[in-house]
């Protein structure tokens, strides 16, 4: 049985692995986007219950104020505390969790009464949350841990060190793939990624046209 547009896609995949560069091609051809992480930090700063949940968790010192006057957080101080405790982590993730998803709740909202074909929800911890499960696919972009502890360092993420740390602590791409519906390897240069994006681009139509009512 066919319903409203738009048709949600889920975008995941681990660090260095390009899915933000995959995101931004399917913005280009014509999905609409919404950046799950980049939300999270803005509800970091500027959502009054979720800065002093943060407070609580952390401290009041991972806030301060730079030169210009402008509200900070102390990324690094947070990073570290979660690395040593599931359980800070834990606390932090229903903090914003909850926030985040009502924030796309509204943009589908939004899509739906602006016709929108396809939207895309690109998140680092898009089964980790549970978010999955409001969506009608999910897309995993992997890649060769060489090429992505690269990308990474490229970005200036850290040491080789660190971010290997990082990608420990992140689910395994096996696991992801698993639980994927389409799957990007991402090990060529960033032609070869936008061509395969533009066939899984192709893909979501059909499937986006096979599943909703058509405009």
Not at 137 to 145: G, H, K, L, N, T
Request: proline share 1%; hydrophobic share 40%; glycine share 6%.
């Amino acid at each position: 049985m066919s319903r409203n547009y738009p048709f949600l896609v889920g975008v995941t995949g681990g660090l260095g692995s390009g899915k933000s560069t995959v995101c931004s091609f399917l913005s280009k051809m014509g999905c609409r986007l919404f950046e799950a992480d980049r939300v999270a930090k803005e509800l970091q700063l500027n959502d009054s219950e979720v800065i002093e949940g943060i407070r609580k968790l952390f401290g009041a010192t991972v806030y301060s104020f730079d030169s210009s006057g402008k509200f900070v957080l102390d990324r690094k101080k947070i990073a570290s505390t979660v690395f040593l405790s599931s359980e800070k982590l834990e606390a932090l993730n229903k903090l914003i969790h909850p926030k985040v998803f009502s924030e796309f709740k509204k943009t589908v909202q939004d899509a739906a009464k602006h016709r929108t074909k396809i939207l895309v929800k690109e998140a680092a911890i898009l089964f980790e949350s549970g978010s999955n499960r409001q969506l009608d696919v999910v897309v995993v972009v992997v890649a060769d841990e060489q090429q992505r502890i690269a990308r990474a360092m490229r970005k200036g993420l850290g040491s080789r060190e660190e971010i290997m740390q990082r990608i420990a602590q992140q689910w395994p791409q096996e696991k992801l793939i698993e639980m994927a519906d389409y799957v990007l390897l991402n090990n060529g240069s960033q032609e070869d990624l936008k061509k395969k994006t533009e066939a899984l681009y192709n893909k979501l139509l059909e499937a986006a046209s096979s599943a909703c009512d058509h405009l």
